[in-house]
């Protein structure tokens, strides 16, 4: 039986150009997803009745829905800005009151890409929030403290 996992404990967010330089957003981060995927390369040959496939190229996609802020640093606008176009490092752990293990691994991106960021989404009567997408790069996962 598989088992779900409910966020009771507070995960954290962080970015920036490399790890030494990365702010935490966890303070302005509402969720975090990452996946870990390889391409589908077809592979079916002529002894085949159905297709084949093989994996290729592996990705790791990062989806993060964030807070819009402009005055501070840690803040969205302000630290997010410059590393529009550039490739970033990243992590996230799913409970940061407790220590990096094998049940609560950290996930550390390095050189992934932020092609984008959502400089302004308004909405009448609701707190400003973007998503941003990083791509690519290379996923550890951490379970050593």
Do not use: H
């Not at 150009?17 to 990452?34: E, H």
Request: glycine share 8%; proline share 3%; aromatic share 6%.
């Amino acid at each position: 039986m598989a088992n779900a996992t409910t966020y009771l404990a507070s995960p954290n967010f962080k970015i920036g150009p490399a790890l030494a330089t990365v702010k935490d957003l966890t303070d302005q981060c509402r969720s975090v997803v990452i996946t870990k995927s390889r391409e589908a390369l077809e592979s079916t040959s002529f002894g085949n009745t159905t297709r084949m496939y093989t994996a290729g190229l592996g990705n790791v996609t990062v989806t993060a829905t964030l807070l819009m802020e402009y005055s501070t640093t840690p803040g969205t606008y302000v630290d997010l800005t410059s590393l529009v176009g550039t490739q970033v490092y990243c992590s996230a752990l799913a409970n940061s009151a407790a220590a990096i293990s094998a049940t609560n691994p950290e996930f550390q991106i390095t050189g992934g890409y932020l092609e984008s960021l959502d400089v302004l989404n308004a909405s009448l009567g609701e707190l400003s929030e973007i998503e941003i997408t990083i791509t690519g790069g290379v996923l550890v996962e951490d379970i050593t403290p």
